[in-house]
Structures are given as C-alpha cells and as structure tokens.
C-alpha cells in the first residue's frame, strides 16, 4: 500500500506530464481544429438535447469553452487547469465565466443544474476524487452529463495518431460503464440513463 507522500509524488509528476501535454496542444489547437470538427459538432448537437438554454452550467475541462458556449447557459462557469486553455477559453467566450483549477481540488462555493464532463475520466489521476468533488456543486436536481471515449477506440485512435490525424494521447484510464457507474454510486451521483 502506497503512503500519502508516495501518492502525492506520483500525482505531481502525473499532473505535469498532463499540464505540459495540454499547453503543448493548446499552442498548436488549430492543426487539429479541423480533423477534430465533426466529434466537436456531434458533441454540442447531443449535449444541447440534454441541457435546455438558459441553464447553470459547469464545465470540468473546459479546454477553450466551445462546448459550454455552445450550449447557451444562462451562467456558464467552465474549468481547466491548463492555463493557456483558459486564457484561449476567455478570449473566444467573455460572455462566460473560466477559471484556472484542478478538477480534483476545486471549489465554487455554489451548485450547477447540469455538470458536463466531455472527454474527462479517461484522463484523471483520481476520478473518484474528482466525481466526489463534483458532487459537492450539486443541487438535489443536478444532472451530471459525461461522455469518454470506449475502449474500444483506442486502436483506430492509435492508428489516426501514426499517421498524424489524431494528436498522440497520454496513458488513458479506459474505463467501461460499469467502472464508472460504480464510481458514481461511491460520490453519492445517481445514474438515470447510460
């Protein structure tokens, strides 16, 4: 059994790899704009029929805010901890509200009426922790909405990255359904609908 210490050594090296990955592809965002408009598109068309305009709406890896912008909230908040993701979140969208923090240790001191987290559990340290910390900015009649690549991609992922049409991931959790609405049940979330 690993110590606190240990823990939270290999979280540090864990959170620069990821810092590191996330500004390098912040800086180069537009080579892969377009390879990566139709899933950006598909992912605002679905999440628009779940959340209705008007909405509080949090976003946990907002990146630059496209999908929480899309999706017209009355109070949008949307977090990130790579700061060059915010800084270009806040240029595209300062009608909306991006604040540099971890998903693992943020708090807002309010609760959301729908929490998106697109993309984000494969690539968490603690997703336990992160779902528990989620929980903290619900209300009674929050919906949680997440969506994360199946395992099942992961081999046409690899092969779109050799030939440079998806950008090389870090090591993904890959977790199925079941693992996470295991997660969920622990952070007290309810799940309605897979």
């Known amino acids: 059994m690993q110590t606190d210490t240990e823990k939270a050594a290999k979280y540090r090296s864990f959170r620069q790899e990821r810092l590191a990955y996330w500004d390098a592809f912040a800086q180069t965002f537009d080579r892969w704009r377009r390879p990566r408009a139709y899933y950006q598109r598909r992912l605002a068309e679905v999440y628009s029929l779940l959340i209705p305009p008007g909405s509080r709406v949090l976003e946990i890896g907002c990146g630059q805010g496209d999908l929480l912008a899309a999706l017209k909230p009355a109070y949008g908040v949307g977090i990130d901890f790579c700061p060059a993701m915010i800084e270009r979140a806040r240029g595209r969208h300062p009608e909306l509200e991006f604040l540099e923090a971890d998903a693992h240790e943020f708090e807002l001191h309010q609760a959301f009426d729908y929490v998106v987290c697109s993309d984000l559990v494969n690539d968490l340290f603690d997703v336990q922790q992160v779902l528990e910390n989620i929980a903290r900015h619900c209300?009674?009649?929050?919906?949680?909405?997440?969506?994360?690549y199946n395992r099942l991609w992961e081999i046409p992922r690899r092969i779109a990255e050799m030939f440079g049409l998806a950008k090389k991931q870090l090591t993904q959790n890959w977790l199925a359904p079941g693992d996470v609405a295991n997660l969920l049940y622990l952070a007290d979330l309810e799940v309605i609908h897979q």
Not at 139 to 148: D, E, F, K, Q, S
Request: charged share 10%.
């Open 139 to 148: 209300h009674p009649g929050t919906r949680v909405i997440l969506n994360a």
